[in-house]
């Protein structure tokens, strides 16, 4: 009898954990170890402003950076996205690529290449809140800008996730004084809802000239009004 309770309690168990699913296996943050160094030697060189609005995330924020300076205009800002990286990415290098620029905010896209390495949702979130907690235990009055997790057609697949992703954050932002959410995704859906093909390069994945216009006019219809105040 003892036995059998034994290998039931097992099997439930083991139901229970294949229910929540296996904790998500990051890779190594330190592949990206070049790409910030010459971030540091760059602030050495130009020494980039304090109280500005540093700007990362994955491959469509660092496809960004040479019209950043234009599309956000006259804010200010200092660029430091770096393709290919996820949240677990951020919060290795947040202390690197955030706190010495004692930044006045950030705007930050991040969270698709979370689904795609196979997180879930809400293991998004939680890493979303990590990296908020973090930042501002060092820059308390530090404000975070959201970009949605935009849908590709390379993609598409993991489309209900990102989506559920995004209201989650949606909501956190919600809730939260200093939190603000840009919602990207809505625009670049047609009226079937699936994503545009003509905002891509061929790759399905980035944005070519047309989709940074979308991203432009969303952002900057956040950014600026919000932003300009604190602006010196």
């Not at 990362?56 to 660029?79: C, E, F, N, R």
């Not at 202390?95 to 004692?102: F, G, K, L, S, T």
């Not at 949606?170 to 859906?189: G, W």
């Not at 216009?213 to 604190?230: L, Q």
């Amino acid at each position: 009898m003892y036995l059998m309770n034994f290998v039931f309690f097992v099997l439930i168990l083991d139901h229970n954990l294949q229910a929540q699913g296996k904790p998500i296996l990051y890779p190594d943050p330190g592949r990206f170890e070049n790409v910030i160094s010459a971030f540091e030697k760059e602030e050495k060189s130009k020494w980039p402003a304090r109280n500005a609005i540093v700007c990362s995330g994955s491959s469509v924020m660092s496809q960004w950076h040479d019209l950043l300076y234009h599309d956000l205009a006259p804010l200010t800002i200092i660029p430091r996205g770096f393709a290919g990286s996820n949240f677990n990415d951020q919060l290795y290098f947040a202390d690197r690529i955030y706190i010495p620029y004692q930044p006045r905010a950030i705007i930050l896209y991040q969270g698709e290449n979370d689904i795609s390495l196979g997180a879930s949702p809400n293991e998004v979130l939680i890493k979303f809140r990590e990296l908020v907690q973090k930042i501002r235990q060092k820059l308390p009055e530090v404000r975070f800008y959201i970009i949605s997790i935009k849908p590709t057609p390379s993609r598409w697949e993991l489309w209900p996730k990102m989506e559920e992703a995004n209201r989650l954050i949606e909501k956190e932002c919600a809730r939260t004084d200093f939190l603000f959410f840009i919602d990207v995704a809505s625009l670049m859906l047609d009226q079937e809802r699936k994503p545009y093909s003509t905002i891509f390069v061929e790759d399905g994945l980035n944005l070519n000239s047309k989709g940074y216009e979308i991203w432009r006019e969303s952002v900057r219809g956040v950014i600026i009004e919000a932003e300009w105040p604190f602006e010196q």
